[in-house]
């Protein structure tokens, strides 16, 4: 099935570094959203954006929907240890269901 | 307002058995879409109810069905079951077909042996 072009794959950072990771699509999308998945749960919506060209924050997370429809990116400010996880985007349009990244897997160094 | 709620957690089933998984959406969440999760695959899309009716279907072999009850839960069931099919089945809600914010459950891990 169709998916999204997410990177990077997986990141290293150290505790208190900046984070950006983006999706792409060939696809235009009405809606994007951003997901973080722990180990052995489920994914837990984290943003969601509705405008081409929003950007939205969520404490130390903002996310923008690009001007294209095509792609859009997160960011993670002053990373902590609990950010751990995988981070996913989704692309959304009408009733067609859910596109998903693969996912950025992040690890955070103390 | 209590989540999405998937039961069982955890199945170890065997070869050529069959599994039913369950999913009760948020209250009044009436589209219920089943994923697979893989390493290698990510999320993979299985189907999604709405109203009793299945209103999309992902690229999965017929063994995989599913169905939706009138209280919107819903049941995936899988039939003849392969090694392959290990996996963590996702169920997510959405208030309705169109509104594209859909709320996961914690999955159910399945493993074939």
């Known amino acids: 099935g169709q998916q999204l072009n997410q990177s990077p794959q997986s990141m290293f950072i150290q505790e208190g570094e900046d984070v950006s990771m983006n999706c792409t699509s060939s696809?235009?999308?009405?809606?994007w959203l951003w997901y973080k998945q722990d180990p052995g749960e489920g994914p837990v919506l984290l943003i969601a954006?509705?405008?081409?060209?929003e950007l939205t924050s969520n404490g130390r997370l903002t996310a923008q929907f690009g001007i294209t429809r095509k792609d859009s990116f997160l960011n993670i400010s002053a990373s902590i240890p609990s950010d751990v996880g995988i981070y996913f985007c989704?692309?959304?349009?009408?009733?067609?269901?859910?596109?998903f990244g693969k996912g950025t897997r992040l690890s955070v160094i103390a | 307002k209590a989540g999405v709620t998937q039961t069982p957690r955890y199945l170890i089933k065997t070869r050529g058995q069959q599994v039913t998984l369950s999913c009760s959406p948020i209250s009044g969440h009436r589209s219920v879409s089943w994923y697979q999760q893989t390493p290698g695959q990510g999320l993979q899309f299985l189907f999604e109810y709405f109203s009793e009716t299945q209103r999309n279907k992902g690229n999965f072999p017929g063994r995989f069905s599913g169905r939706q009850f009138s209280n919107s839960r819903s049941e995936m069931n899988v039939s003849t079951l392969e090694l392959g099919d290990s996996a963590l089945y996702l169920c997510?809600?959405?208030?309705?077909?169109?509104?594209?914010?859909?709320?996961f459950g914690q999955g159910t891990r399945l493993t074939v042996v």
């Open positions: 954006l509705y405008k081409a060209g």
């Open positions: 696809s235009i999308f009405n809606t």
């Open positions: 989704a692309g959304g349009s009408g009733n067609t269901p859910l596109v």
């Open positions: 997510a809600s959405r208030n309705l077909v169109g509104n594209t914010e859909a709320f």
